[in-house]
């Protein structure tokens, strides 16, 4: 059994920052790759960023050059650094483990609860 718990979220103006955390516990996941997705009001859960365990790091063109993934192996953690916030990034923000990493959710095995991001304009 895995569990993953987020924190960080909350609410800020947009050009903002914000740093996400989630940890996982249940056992280690140096083999596995850790992703973040977000999923706004009324729209599909969308893939965001993720890093493998080789340490590669992708991103969705929208968050390139402004989000930034790491990843803590030691600490089964992986982190989201958020900067130039805009309103479109508004929306609850998972993170996730997968076998290996894709942009699709359902391809992915554990995910945490969720926590919410909300930039103000």
């Known amino acids: 059994q895995v569990q993953l718990v987020e924190s960080g979220g909350g609410l800020v103006q947009a050009g903002g920052s914000l740093r996400l955390s989630c940890a996982a516990s249940g056992r280690t996941f140096s083999r596995y790759g850790m992703g973040w997705f977000r999923e706004a009001p009324g729209k599909e859960r969308e893939f965001v960023t993720g890093?493998?365990?080789?340490?590669?790091?992708y991103y969705a063109d929208s968050v390139k050059g402004r989000f930034t993934i790491s990843r803590d192996n030691a600490k089964n953690s992986v982190y989201l650094q958020m900067n130039s916030l805009t309103p479109e990034d508004t929306a609850v923000y998972y993170c996730?483990?997968?076998?290996?990493?894709?942009?699709?959710?359902?391809?992915?095995?554990?995910w945490g609860q969720g926590t919410q991001v909300t930039v103000s304009s």
């Open positions: 890093v493998s365990v080789s340490g590669v790091l």
């Open positions: 996730a483990v997968a076998r290996r990493i894709t942009v699709t959710a359902g391809s992915y095995d554990y």
